[in-house]
């Protein structure tokens, strides 16, 4: 479980988050909602300790990962795959290298058996014959795909997406849409998705954090966002339906 305590966060001046409290449950998937700037990557990047709060705290499985030694966020951080926004592979590197990167970074398994498990994530995003190509190669959404088989080549028990479907289109994004629901299912990850797309929340989300001017303005399961009665959220989800 990851639990996000009062936190604020400021650059310089510029306010972006205050008093965020979120309590994100085992194995639920989880939408962050909320306009461009709102600080929908700023709350993503805290989750797994890329920025740390100014005040307040995140705990994840009851480990304050503001407060840990960098050692122990190291052994924390492997139980996250994050799906940068842009996807972030390494251009020089075949689809394959890409894959077995954080296998050779941060496992211990010999070299036949890294060569499986890429072989099995590539499968798993549907992509089995990649491997070769490199990034320049492939289309925007090949491209993901190859980045989320990256992401889960460590069994993550945490998948954070940010913006998973930006850019595409949209049969791509339900392609995009469909593997981030079979993952949650079977692999039983919990999920974060940063995203504007309310189609795709619509797909994939249990519930939605809507963050609007530094806040968390609302919290609450799918079903209550087709009823809801917040005019600054009923404002944003209409806004985005067309
Ligand atoms: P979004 O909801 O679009 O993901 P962000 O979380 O990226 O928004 O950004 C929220 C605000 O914080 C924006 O105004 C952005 O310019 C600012 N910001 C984000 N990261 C930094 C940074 N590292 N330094 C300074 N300002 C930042
Ligand atoms: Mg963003």
Redesign the pocket.
Known sequence: MIQIEHLHKS?GD?D?LEDVSLNIHEGETLAII?Q????????MKHIVGLLSPDRGRVLVDDVDICSVPYERLREVRKHFGVLFQGGALFDSMTSEENVAFPLEYFSSRSPAEIKARVAECLELVRMPDVGPKKPAELSGGMRKRVALARAIALEPKYILYDEPTSGLDPKTSNTIDELIQQLAEEMNVTSVV?THDMHSVFNIADRAAF?YGKSLHWVGPIDAIHNRDDPVLDSFVTASEY
């Open positions: 650059f510029l972006v909320g461009s700037g709102s600080g929908k990557s700023v709350l940063v963050l």
